[in-house]
């Protein structure tokens, strides 16, 4: 099996769904003058907070009362364009989501339900590995190298894909360095920019990564004074509605090769509306680990 396939739909995953998702804005906000920003809090937008701890519990607040949203992402790392798409619905115990990302020019379908993570397999991998299944199913208790090294990032993926586990990052890392009032694709939005310090909870950005690795990158963060800059958006139910990070600071503090650039653009839009995900028919998934132990792998 090509292991791109896996390892595209992976870092995808991770950069889109984390906490750690977000870019630079792609421009469409502008600022709101000051007659404006009146009639925005007349709208019922109250004005921005100024404290991170009380903006992150407000978001978090709506975010668990709405239990689901649609979303897209874009951005790059180390020079490669990813771009992605789902919908996720966000119970208090299970997180479910469907999603398709494009990303090292392959394009793969992901979905997440009950704690277990179904990725589509394209058709050149289904002849390369002699299976008629149309689904890899990958567990974080698999046996086999590539599960191990993927189950367990997916699993701790998809339980920080709740963007209530975001704003949990930011009430421990952040602070506000501005906020104004704008107008976002014509909806009125309290626009924050936000510092996290990777120092403050060095766990919360390693979290996605195999335990294998943690600790040595845990290592290699401690001591150093990486700041993230974010931003983020926030509609009159204290909703996000646009998430940005840049994470080539802490990229360019761990030597990451082909560059640290990494930044990235969460875009959030239908929050509260019925999002039904269910798992692949049972005869046409294969687990992940019996595959490639069937083909020798």
Same mark, same amino acid.
């Given at each position: ?15 889109? *769904? ?8 792609? &421009? ?15 709208? =019922?937008? %109250? ?6 701890? !009380? ?6 607040? &709506? ?12 951005? @790059? ?21 469907? +999603?398709?990302?494009? %990303? ?38 698999? @046996? ?6 993927? =189950? ?25 360095? @501005? @906020? ?58 204290? *909703? ?9 600071? +802490?990229?360019?503090? *761990? =030597?990451?090769? &082909? &560059? ?23 005869? !046409?998934?294969?687990? *992940? ?9």
């Amino acid at each position: 099996m090509r292991k791109t396939t896996l390892v595209a739909a992976g870092a995808a995953l991770v950069l889109t *769904l984390t906490a750690c998702s977000g870019g630079s804005t792609t &421009g469409t906000a502008q600022p709101a003058a000051a007659g404006e920003q009146t009639q925005a809090q007349s709208q =019922g937008l %109250a004005s921005p907070f100024t404290d991170a701890i !009380q903006l992150a519990s407000a978001s978090k607040q &709506g975010t668990v009362k709405s239990k689901s949203a649609k979303f897209t992402m874009e951005g @790059s790392a180390a020079g490669q364009s990813m771009t992605a798409s789902g919908a996720m619905s966000m119970e208090e115990t299970d997180t479910k989501f469907s +999603m398709t990302t494009t %990303a090292g020019g392959e394009t793969t379908e992901m979905r997440l339900v009950d704690k277990v993570m179904y990725i589509k397999l394209p058709a050149s991998d289904q002849k390369e590995m002699g299976t008629d299944k149309a689904w890899a199913k990958i567990s974080a208790d698999g @046996s086999d190298p590539l599960s191990q090294a993927m =189950g367990g990032m997916l699993s701790q993926s998809a339980e920080q894909s709740d963007p209530s586990k975001m704003l949990d990052q930011i009430s421990k890392t952040g602070r506000i360095i @501005s @906020s104004d009032q704008t107008e976002l694709n014509g909806e009125k939005v309290n626009h924050y920019k936000v510092e996290l310090d990777v120092a403050k909870a060095i766990d919360q950005f390693t979290a996605q990564v195999p335990a294998a690795a943690r600790d040595k990158l845990t290592d290699m963060l401690k001591g150093k004074d990486i700041k993230l800059p974010a931003e983020l958006w926030l509609n009159k139910d204290n *909703l996000p509605v646009q998430v940005t990070m840049d994470q080539g600071p +802490m990229m360019q503090a *761990l =030597g990451a090769p &082909g &560059g640290t650039d990494a930044k990235f653009t969460m875009k959030y839009t239908d929050w509260g509306t019925q999002v039904d995900v269910a798992a692949p028919p049972a005869d !046409q998934v294969v687990d *992940l680990g019996e595959l490639i132990k069937k083909a020798g792998r």
